[in-house]
């Protein structure tokens, strides 16, 4: 079981950028893919970005061009750089395995998207 931690949440203006972090408990290499998931007030959770085992990216319609998932093995995070934000991304974050695994969900992180 790997436990994740997600920050660098906030308010932010529409147009702006933020980038959220997520720290693993263990060493991630073990993990075939991570990933992203936004839930919106009043919406299920959905998966926006997965980094899979490969190296490769995918990425929900709705965020393709605009968000960016990384992870850096050597200190246990992977990250999502978010730019363009609109007042839709408007949510609480998460990250987790793809697929997720039920007992690694954080707390997540709020992003919150208004002028």
């Known amino acids: 079981q790997v436990q994740l931690r997600e920050s660098g949440g906030g308010l932010v203006q529409p147009g702006r950028s933020l980038r959220l972090s997520c720290l693993a408990s263990g060493n991630i290499f073990r993990f075939n893919s991570m990933g992203w998931y936004r839930q919106a007030p009043g919406k299920r959770r959905e998966l926006v970005a997965t980094?899979?085992?490969?190296?490769?990216?995918s990425y929900a319609d709705s965020v393709k061009g605009r968000f960016t998932i990384s992870r850096d093995n050597t200190v246990n995070t992977v990250y999502l750089q978010m730019n363009s934000l609109k007042p839709e991304d408007t949510g609480v974050y998460y990250c987790?395995?793809?697929?997720?695994?039920?007992?690694?969900w954080g707390q997540g992180t709020q992003v919150t998207v208004s002028s």
């Open positions: 987790n395995l793809v697929p997720a695994t039920a007992a690694s």
């Open positions: 980094f899979l085992e490969n190296g490769t990216t």
